[in-house]
């Protein structure tokens, strides 16, 4: 994840670490640590003072840039789960974005999920209020959907979008009051990501069948 200013950026990874490093030569300017599991996805907020990780049993940090301290702890657990047939974590925040002003941060990934060896679940999107961290509402795919959302977005005018897949690909689109999408496309092969171009006006989405799909949002 690139920073505002484009002056730094971060990673994460399976060492339970987030790192800050500097955009231009790449030296390491600051280790984030405090993470018990896997940290699978990391967000920087608009305003460039807080970071946000996200790990694979759905605790999501807010970090403090300048000194390097977490600051508290979001829920997101609804996108995990213990499967104890097969004695199995499976979930995670699989993606996160804020919005343009950062008052929201949506966290993606799957719910609902009743075998983890196969995947089995339901894809869904957990939005916060961030300034008082509270989540606010459990976006899902109507009619019900198997899979994962795996890329996640906000468009300025005011919509989710996210992008995921199982049995088959989809993009979709939510209200952020609402729980249930209001739209939704098919897409040919799963979807791994999604990414929006900066006039907002297309979408582009890598599948699992090595093609990258570019959709026009008009």
């Known amino acids: 994840a690139v920073s505002p200013e484009q002056r730094h950026f971060a990673t994460c990874g399976n060492d339970n670490l987030v790192k800050l490093s500097n955009a231009s030569d790449f030296p390491l300017v600051?280790?984030?640590?405090?993470?018990?599991?896997h940290v699978y996805n990391i967000a920087l907020h608009p305003a460039g003072r807080a970071l946000a990780s996200g790990d694979l049993r759905g605790n999501v940090k807010e970090w403090d840039l300048q000194t390097g301290r977490e600051t508290r702890q979001l829920d997101a657990s609804v996108l995990f789960r213990y499967d104890p047939t097969f004695r199995a974590d499976h979930g995670g925040i699989r993606a996160m974005a804020f919005n343009a002003?950062?008052?929201?941060?949506?966290?993606?990934?799957?719910?609902?999920?009743?075998?983890?060896?196969?995947?089995?679940?339901?894809?869904?999107?957990?939005?916060?209020?961030?300034?008082?961290?509270?989540?606010?509402?459990?976006?899902?795919?109507?009619?019900?959907?198997?899979?994962?959302?795996?890329?996640?977005?906000?468009?300025?005018?005011?919509?989710?979008i996210a992008a995921g897949a199982g049995n088959g690909g989809g993009i979709w689109f939510w209200r952020p009051d609402a729980q249930n999408s209001i739209h939704n496309v098919p897409v040919p092969n799963n979807a791994r990501d999604l990414a929006m171009h900066p006039s907002?006006?297309?979408?582009?989405?890598p599948c699992f069948d090595s093609a990258l799909r570019v959709y026009d949002l008009s």
Request: proline letters at 4%; charged letters at 10%.
């Open 200 to 205: 907002h006006r297309r979408l582009a989405v």
């Open 30 to 37: 600051r280790t984030f640590q405090g993470h018990a599991h």
């Open 101 to 160: 002003d950062g008052s929201l941060l949506a966290c993606a990934g799957i719910t609902n999920v009743t075998n983890a060896f196969a995947g089995v679940g339901n894809p869904a999107v957990a939005l916060f209020n961030w300034q008082t961290g509270q989540r606010t509402q459990v976006l899902r795919v109507n009619p019900a959907f198997q899979g994962t959302a795996w890329g996640v977005a906000f468009h300025p005018d005011g919509f989710v």
